[in-house]
């Protein structure tokens, strides 16, 4: 148990340093964009299989709607748009004693190969959050718990970081949240015009 402990307090000092890290950067004006080409369906999938573990040691459902086919390519930058990903599906998961979190997808501005927009939302059955709070809550330093179900370690980084890099890739993000029925993170990207693209 003392191990567990250990390595549980390691990894999340390891958490803490990387967004204090990422934040800095990020104030600095030090984190640039990297367009490639990518399969947003293979960077969800990725994501998924990273928190599944997490997800059924609590119970829950993780799940994934993706409403474009899964050939579709994206010019972004596929790194940064896992980070966030894994920012908000790490929150729901985290802050969810049950029921289910579920990540779905879809485009517009265009015909799916030609879209401009990728959006991707995230739901969880979680306690949800009183409106006073969304005003505030992807502001430095806020903790999203003060959680009747548990407390949790944390900066209160990780949404500041994730929307300053949705907005970087060209977008936003936003919440939409009711006392005892959940939350829904939702985040739009614009495609990175390259040559050739």
């Keep these: 148990r003392t191990l567990i402990s250990l390595k549980k307090s390691s990894e999340v000092l390891r958490g803490v340093i990387g967004e ?16 490639q080409r990518f399969r947003p369906a293979e960077t969800i999938a990725d994501v998924m299989t990273i928190m599944n573990a997490s997800a059924r040691a609590q119970g829950l ?10 050939s579709l390519e994206w ?3 596929e790194p940064r748009l896992r980070q966030v990903l894994l920012n908000l599906v790490g929150n729901a998961v985290k802050f ?10 879809w485009v517009t501005g265009g015909t799916e190969d030609e879209a401009q927009q990728l959006h991707i939302a995230v739901k969880d059955s979680g306690p949800g959050m009183p409106a006073d709070r969304l ?5 430095p330093f806020v903790q999203l718990a003060e959680n009747p179900v548990r407390a949790h370690a944390g900066t209160g980084l990780g949404l500041t970081i994730s929307r300053r890099l949705v907005r970087l890739m060209g977008g936003d ?8 029925k959940g939350s829904v993170f939702e985040f739009w990207i614009h495609r990175i015009a390259v040559r050739g693209s």
Aim: hydrophobic share 40%.
């Design 173 to 180: 993000i936003s919440v939409q949240s009711t006392v005892g």
């Design 20 to 35: 204090v890290l990422d934040y800095s950067k990020l104030e600095a004006g030090a984190v640039m964009i990297d367009a």
């Design 96 to 105: 969810t004693a049950s029921g289910t979190v579920e990540i779905s997808s």
């Design 61 to 70: 459902i993780l799940r994934s709607s993706p409403s474009y086919t899964m």
């Design 75 to 77: 010019i972004g930058d």
């Design 135 to 139: 005003k505030s809550i992807f502001e």
